[in-house]
C-alpha cells in the first residue's frame, strides 16, 4: 500500500515537473492527498524551475503541505500528554522553511502569478500569524512591499495576505 502511494506521488510529482498545461493543474491541486510527501521537491521545483506554471503550481501544492505541518505542531499540552518536543520542533522549522521560501517567492520571482499564489499561500498561515514568530518583522515588510507592486493580482493578494494576518502597518496613515 504504501509504496503504490509513493508510486502515485512520484507521478503527480514528475507532473508537476511537466510542460503541459494540464498535467501541471492537475498536480498541484491534487497535492493536498499527500500530506505525507516530501517538502525539498516542491521546494526545488519553486526554486529552479523556469516555467512560471510549474511555480506557481508548486506553490499552490505548498498551501496543503504547509497547513498540514501547522496542524502536527503541538502548541499546548493535550489529553494529559505532554508533546513530542523534537517532532514539533521538527514541523516548527518545516512551516518556518516554507514561509522563507514564500517570502523569497514574493521578493523575487519574475511572475505576477507566482508573486500573487506564494501571497496567498503565506496569507494563510498560522505560524504566520504568531506574534512570537520571529520572522513576523520581515514577513510583515514582505507583504507591505508587495502591496505597491505594479499588477493588480500581486497587490489583491497581498491585501488578502495583508488582511489575513492583522498587520496593522498594511492600513493607511
Known sequence: MRRARQVKLNGILRKLRSENFEDVIDAGTSFYKYDDAPLNPLLNIIKNNKNSLNREYASYALISKMLDLESKTIKKREGGLYPNKSKNDF???????????????????????????????IGMSSAARSEKNRLLKRIEKCIIDALSHETHEVRFWACYAAGQLKIKNALPK
Do not use: G, P, Y
Open 91 to 121: 514541523h516548527r522549522r518545516e512551516v518556518q522553511k516554507i514561509i522563507k521560501v514564500l517570502m523569497w517567492i514574493i521578493e523575487n520571482d519574475e511572475s505576477a502569478n507566482v508573486r500573487a499564489q506564494a501571497l496567498e499561500t
